[in-house]
């Protein structure tokens, strides 16, 4: 019954707390009342509209696709920080009893895939997979640990509330089992992930056989045209879109943000992956995506950085360092490649530094150029979830 007439977003909170407040002002709309001449002001500049999402965009919301199912995953939970083990009390277990290899992985977060060089792991997780007790007890130190520090915490929970009866009574058992996740990757030789949280969008292949916490997106994708896609500016700004905010950075959820998003029509009318990759402008998208994927790798040994730091040079309209020159040119072409598997090669991506709306500058395509992308891939949207395409 109402319309946004004003907004102004990202707003610095004046007092002590680290946070961003976004300023709204709704006019109520009487049956009696004719409303206004549908001017508003959004960031201090006047729009027709403002939509529910504080932008001058139409107001559509995307349909979850079929197509996308069983391909984009949130990591899994554990419930109870106990499974969790530092590498060196890892190391000493499997050292002790080699058969412990059976429940001790390497445990992947979002913070060692956008700090470390090498997005490795730096703690192991205990896993009992979904073993009854006296399977899990025949690895005696492992469950001494679980016990020790994770049992006492399930104690604690409220029987009454929703599945925490099944976690006390099974408290060797994680909340999840990620047998989706395992079912899905298992025919790849490695799979992508990015962080849930994360200020930039930075997608990287990682090994299979790691355990991906529940603070990361697992994709399960192994061919290095599907990296250029999700890396690709195409889906990152549909990413901004569709994902919610966490201060500067973005949550991307995996049901918003993947299961809405289009693929190009060709890759959806190949017989199978195969023929699609065959397809020139896919072939060259996945030569451009190796090329990315490696030339990045070999920047972030030689620095010894991680991801964000690498994004936070390729951003920076200060550094003209020879290989982060190198990496843009590659991240232009890389854009250029998915719109061209669109069939939209009628846009001039206008890669440059441009600021964002708030007012950080990034290396990427221009915002209107995007603002387009973002309605071609709505309609594309609407037109797969009616089976229009």
């Known amino acids: 019954g109402g319309r946004i007439v004003f907004a102004r ?24 009342k004719t409303p206004g001449d549908g001017s508003a002001l959004l960031d201090d500049h006047p729009v027709a509209a403002i939509s529910s999402r504080l932008d001058a965009e139409e107001e559509i919301e995307p349909q ?42 390497p445990y992947l977060n979002g913070d060692d895939l956008n700090t470390h060089p090498a997005q490795q792991p730096g703690r192991w997780v205990i896993c009992f997979h979904d ?166 790798r070999e920047i972030m040994q030689a620095r010894r950085i991680g991801l964000t730091k690498t994004y936070n040079l390729l951003h920076d309209p200060a550094c003209r360092d020879a290989d982060i020159a190198d990496l843009r040119r590659l991240h232009a072409a890389l854009d250029a490649a998915i719109l061209a598997c669109y069939g939209w090669d009628d846009l001039d991506p206008g890669h440059d530094f441009h600021p964002n709306a708030r007012g950080q500058m990034r290396f990427g395509m221009a915002p209107d150029v995007q603002r387009v992308v973002v309605q071609r891939l709505l309609d594309l949207n609407l037109a797969v979830a009616t089976g229009r395409v």
């Open 131 to 296: 073993w009854d007790l006296a399977r899990a007890q025949q690895y005696p130190d492992l469950l001494r640990i679980v016990e020790e520090r994770v049992k006492p915490e399930r104690e604690k929970l409220r029987p009454e509330v929703s599945g925490y009866a099944r976690l006390k009574d099974n408290w060797w058992h994680w909340a999840e089992t990620g047998r989706e996740i395992r079912r899905a990757i298992a025919p790849l030789r490695r799979v992508l992930v990015r962080a849930e949280v994360s200020q930039m969008h930075m997608v990287a292949f990682v090994p299979k056989g790691w355990v991906y916490s529940h603070m990361l997106v697992v994709f399960a994708f192994d061919d290095d045209y599907h990296f250029a896609l999700l890396q690709s500016g195409v889906h990152e700004a549909w990413v901004w879109r569709q994902a919610s905010s966490l201060e500067s950075r973005n949550r991307y959820t995996p049901t918003d943000c993947f299961a809405t998003f289009p693929f190009p029509p060709a890759e959806d009318a190949a017989p199978d992956l195969a023929r699609a990759l065959a397809l020139p402008a896919f072939a060259h998208a996945a030569q451009i995506g190796a090329a990315y994927h490696e030339r990045r």
């Open 9 to 32: 977003r990202f707003v610095r909170w004046p007092g002590q707390a680290s946070v961003e407040v976004n300023l709204v002002v709704i006019e109520a709309l009487r049956a009696a």
């Open 64 to 105: 979850r696709l079929k197509r996308n199912e069983g391909k984009g995953f949130r990591g899994t939970a554990t419930r109870g920080i106990g499974f969790v083990l530092e590498a060196a009390e890892a190391e000493a277990l499997l050292a002790r009893d080699p058969r412990n290899a059976d429940c001790l992985f």
